[in-house]
């Protein structure tokens, strides 16, 4: 086809005692998988993960900051289309983000820009209420510590069958944390 690889954008992800032994792989830069990202999104927890949260909180502080100084509608507007849950819905839906502390940082930033917006204090319950669905009397800007789990399981529900494929010539036959997921999630809807 004449395709050659550009060994300079390319990476190998390993554990750094693997030894490899393909001299191509060697012109590669090697990253660690406790580093490890595709398409900006970290593939596993660990500080990577929580240095790429901070970015987006950082980013949604410095956003509160430009939004107050737009009409009140207009910067609404903004938040909820492109500040909030939509501007980290690609980083929900790639890890298991279920209890992550710069979840409810990244909720609380918001918050302070609807508070901001609307030169008001935000109670608990309007907050609530701010976070329903329009068409249910709410402002639509969706908590995403309220849907981080949803989001990862409905990504991973959908590439099961992709999973399983992948999975069933190693070792692991089954994706343990999907698995373990789903349960917390089928334990919450009971409970």
Known sequence: M????????????????LQIAIQTLLSFTTVSVADATLLEAPLFPGTVLDDTWMAHCEDVKWAVDRLTLLKSQDALLLLRVSCSMPRVQHLLCCLPLVDHPLL???????????????????SDMQWLQASLPIKHDGLGIIRVCLVA???????AASTLGLQLQILSATSC???????????????VQKG
């Open 2 to 17: 004449g395709l050659c690889l550009n060994p300079s954008k390319c990476e190998v992800i390993s554990h750094p005692d």
């Open 149 to 155: 789990l949803s989001a990862f399981l409905a990504t």
């Open 173 to 187: 036959s089954t994706d343990t944390v999907f698995d373990s997921y789903l349960s917390v999630w089928q334990a």
């Open 104 to 122: 409810d940082s990244f909720d609380g930033y918001l918050r302070l820009a609807l508070s901001h917006i609307s030169n008001t204090y935000i």
